[in-house]
């Protein structure tokens, strides 16, 4: 079983930068494919950015080059790098991991952490 804990959440002006950090559990993580989610109230939860477990990355387009994602198999954490937020980016953010790929059925959600970009 693994359990995720995200933290790092809060309100920032636009422009301005977030961390997001996600710790995990268990002793299989190095093998999991990660990513982190948003669900804005009143849309259907995104999938935001993932990283494989040899370190590849994928972001939506809304997040390019503004996001990082990255990873510390050593540590159990993934990290979201979060520059020149937009008040769009505002929404709830999960963290993911799964053996079978992000988002599957069988895949291990954080409990989520509130993001508001708000002058």
């Known amino acids: 079983q693994i359990q995720l804990v995200e933290s790092g959440g809060g309100e920032v002006q636009p422009g301005g930068s977030l961390r997001l950090s996600c710790a995990a559990s268990g002793s299989i993580f190095s093998i999991l494919a990660m990513g982190w989610y948003r669900q804005a109230p009143g849309k259907q939860r995104e999938l935001v950015a993932f990283i494989n477990s040899g370190g590849s990355t994928n972001y939506a387009d809304s997040v390019k080059g503004r996001f990082t994602i990255s990873r510390d198999n050593a540590k159990n954490t993934m990290s979201l790098q979060m520059n020149s937020l937009k008040p769009e980016d505002t929404a709830v953010y999960y963290c993911?991991?799964?053996?079978?790929?992000?988002?599957?059925?069988?895949?291990?959600w954080g409990q989520g952490t509130q993001v508001t970009v708000s002058s």
């Open positions: 993911n991991g799964g053996v079978s790929g992000v988002g599957a059925s069988n895949s291990y």
